[in-house]
């Protein structure tokens, strides 16, 4: 699971480099692959997990690395998630009201790049602290 989020922040890297050449539909297509890929493991392994192991001891064990790495992640990710499926639909489509689009998408799409980013780390730094143990 992890390499496999760590291979969404390389495409997510390759994504914004290829808006920045010019490439914008393989730019939407990098990008949009992998917020849909993200909202299929979240729901399929991710919130499954969450719920099992770190719901049911929150909040009154908010305090331990365990649970507030976990916590942190998954509502900091959810956020990400969230902001990713709306530039989606408010830059990609025509689904939504005009005035429910974006007019600033670079501005909005770098921001949201960095929070995947911090997301990532958070998810690194939770599955180093529930699967690897120190000798």
Known sequence: MLLL?????????????????GR????????SAVVLFNLALIVLTMFPAFHRQ??????????????ALAATHAALGGVAELAGLYILLA???NLLPEKFRITRYKF???????????????GMATYARWYVTLR
């Open 5 to 21: 989020e760590m291979g969404m922040g390389a495409g997510l890297l390759a994504g914004a480099v290829l808006a920045r050449a």
């Open 24 to 31: 914008i539909r393989i730019h939407a297509a990098c990008q």
């Open 54 to 67: 770190v719901l049911p001891k929150l909040p009154d064990r908010i305090g331990k690395p365990y649970y």
């Open 91 to 93: 830059v990609g489509t």
């Open 108 to 122: 909005w799409m770098r921001r949201l790049l960095l929070v995947w980013w911090v997301v990532l780390f958070l």
